[in-house]
């Protein structure tokens, strides 16, 4: 199946997991994960549509962000239209990767330390908007596994959201896949449940509105767990 027919199944999909979930469809926002995939797949996925996308990995995602930039600006030549494409980074993080990050990205998910946030405030340039930030929560405890402990996430929040050149919007979680919906329905519910602490803990600078959970294997329970936005590459661009 072609990228655009695999992206038309997948939005019937999502918007029937938030009907059986009594939600709106509006309500639950799809990030494209292009990792491993090159330009061309991007370009027909816009083409498509679709205008959010994820990289895992700081180096591909740069480039590709340029290609599409350039791709971008043709068309503007060409048809007086360039679609503002929007660039989440939700891959682990290195402190000595924060650079290119800060400099290309939109959106971060993948935020799980202060030091990673201090780091990505301080390289944001002047000229862009603030970096836009989700907190890596750790909700199953899963070995060596990157994310903050679910105790220490307000904490950070409060540290993240003090931050110049940050814009706190909510969490990030990767659970351990689960053997039925049961299963990661009960997991999305508690990310939720600690999301809904969080908004009513403390008077955030910008309302915390964005809470990053779901893949292609799971994005039904994680809607009907209260995600707002899924994170899907295979069901779009096909296995990695
Ligand atoms: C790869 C990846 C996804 C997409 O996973 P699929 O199973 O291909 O939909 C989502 N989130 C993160 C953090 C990923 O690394």
């Given at each position: 199946m072609s990228i655009t027919s695999q992206l038309d199944a997948l939005r019937k999909r999502i918007d029937k997991a938030c009907t059986q979930a009594g939600r709106s469809p509006a309500s639950v926002t799809l990030l494209a994960v292009s990792k491993t995939f090159g330009a061309d797949a991007v370009i027909e996925a816009v083409q498509a549509g679709q205008r959010a996308f994820g990289e895992n990995y700081v180096q591909e995602g740069v480039e590709k962000i340029a290609a599409l930039r350039a791709w971008s600006q043709a068309q503007n030549q060409a048809a007086g239209l360039s679609p503002a494409l929007q660039w989440h980074c939700i891959g682990p993080l290195q402190s000595n990767k924060t650079r290119p990050v800060a400099e290309h990205f939109d959106w971060v998910h993948s935020v799980d330390r202060l030091k990673i946030a201090q780091r990505l405030s301080e390289q944001r340039p002047a000229h862009l908007p603030p970096l836009q930030v989700c907190l890596q929560v750790n909700i199953d405890g899963?070995?060596?596994?990157a994310g903050v402990a679910p105790a220490q996430a307000l904490a950070l929040a409060q540290e993240v959201a003090a931050l110049p050149r940050l814009v706190l919007r909510g969490l990030m979680t990767i659970p351990e896949p689960a053997p039925d919906f049961e299963t990661a329905l009960a997991v999305h519910r508690r990310t939720r449940a600690l999301f809904d602490a969080l908004q009513a803990s403390h008077a955030w600078p910008v309302p915390l509105d964005t809470l990053s959970m779901g893949m292609s294997a799971d994005l039904e329970a994680a809607v009907a767990g209260g995600s707002t936005l899924v994170r899907v590459g295979t069901a779009i661009f096909g296995g990695r």
């Open positions: 899963g070995a060596n596994k």
